[in-house]
């Protein structure tokens, strides 16, 4: 069974072609071993990105509520460093944020060389939940894809290496999710109107969402769908893109100066 994580640019992506339970044939116990293995490999990578510092990483998660970006955030940070991360979390933005253009408050949220930010939300939201809701009219958001392109391949060059996921569940999976958070008093905080008038809005999300990636699928920084319905094939996914992408960037200690090693007394 093989399901892509990534389409290439220009394809149209419609997330109504991706199945949110997909899992290979993995189990869950051999998911959360190799989740594990990866998590431990990431601890040492991050290490080395620190001490190199030249280049930076941001995992971006989106998806509609409910959709894991929270415990995807717990499993990463427990197998990394706190030293090394930057979590950041995007709500409505506030009346200082809107007096600016939409992406200055994620410019100043983009993590130093040497680490690694997570964004729980971030810039799509103005084409997502912005465009949905009709909180600025089309000829606002219209022009964004192209403006987030141009900020991804400007931090980009800085050396920003984007790693963009998309958290899929199903509509199903999201009533059962909700439900729970309706009924366990150690989750009902989580719940505002919000959430529930937005599943009304269900397909428009969706549509959003195809755009949103679609669009802003490109070389620099790809999407990536994850199947995100089981929690532990999500993490695993997760685990495994930020392991690959971490290793593919090689960060490598820096030089030592070997004139130290005759300056202890
Ligand atoms: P949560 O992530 O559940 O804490 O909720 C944060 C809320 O803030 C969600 O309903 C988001 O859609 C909303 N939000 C995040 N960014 C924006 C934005 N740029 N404009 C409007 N709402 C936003
Ligand atoms: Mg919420």
Request: hydrophobic share 40%.
């Amino acid at each position: 069974m093989h399901q892509p994580l990534t389409l290439p640019p220009g394809r149209d992506i419609r997330l109504a072609d991706f199945d949110p339970d997909f899992h290979e044939d993995i189990d869950r116990a051999d998911a959360e071993a190799e989740t594990k293995r990866h998590s431990d490999a990431l601890d040492e990578l991050a290490y080395r990105l620190y001490a190199e510092s030249r280049r930076a990483v941001v995992v971006v998660l989106q998806g509609i509520d409910t959709s894991g970006k929270d415990g995807t955030i717990r499993m990463l940070a427990g197998g990394i460093s706190p030293q090394c991360l930057d979590v950041r979390s995007f709500k409505a933005p506030s009346a200082l944020e809107l007096a600016h253009d939409f992406l200055w408050r994620i410019h100043a949220a983009v993590p130093a060389h040497g680490r690694i930010g997570i964004f729980n939300r971030s810039h799509y939201e103005d084409v997502i939940v912005v465009r949905v809701r009709q909180l600025v009219s089309r000829s606002v958001w219209e022009p964004r894809y192209d403006q987030i392109n141009a900020f991804e391949k400007l931090l980009g060059d800085g050396g920003l290496t984007f790693v963009k996921c998309f958290l899929h569940i199903s509509k199903r999976e999201q009533r059962e999710r909700l439900e729970e958070r309706l009924r366990d008093p150690r989750k009902q905080w989580k719940l505002g109107p919000d959430d529930l008038a937005d599943r009304t809005r269900w397909d428009d999300f969706q549509e959003a969402y195809d755009d949103a990636l679609t669009k802003c699928n490109t070389h620099h920084a790809p999407w990536h769908i994850v199947p995100a319905d089981k929690k532990w094939y999500r993490n695993l996914v997760v685990a495994r893109i930020l392991r690959q992408t971490l290793a593919g960037l090689d960060p490598r200690f820096p030089a030592f100066d070997s004139s130290l090693l005759t300056k202890l007394d």
